[in-house]
């Protein structure tokens, strides 16, 4: 599966949503570019970012498994940082408030948006 282009994107976004032209900038970003990126909360926890509020606190204690030392043999230091962004992406995410601003600013989308998540448009 790979997601349609970035403008069929936006105008379903303006269609489906009812979203004014100047809530969408030129630097528009899906949020289901979310997952891949490195620099994402969604991709420290390895989720995708249209995962249910209620699932959120079972897939980081899922990745604080896959990362502890003691478990899985890695090395303390190496698992350290990568612990640390895991916690810090769920501080983030496991408040709904938090989580729509983060959504809001990963599209480069204003505070003031009026969507709530812009669904991505798969193609098989």
Known sequence: MRLKNKEYAISLACAEFDVPARYLPDAFR????????????YYALRITPFLPQSDLEGQYEKRIRELDPVETGLNRDETRSEITKVVQAYNVLKDPGLRRAYDLSYMNLPPDCPVHVIRPVWIY
Do not use: N
Request: with cysteine; hydrophobic share 15%.
């Open 30 to 41: 899906p949020l289901s570019d979310a997952q891949d990126d490195p620099q994402s909360c």
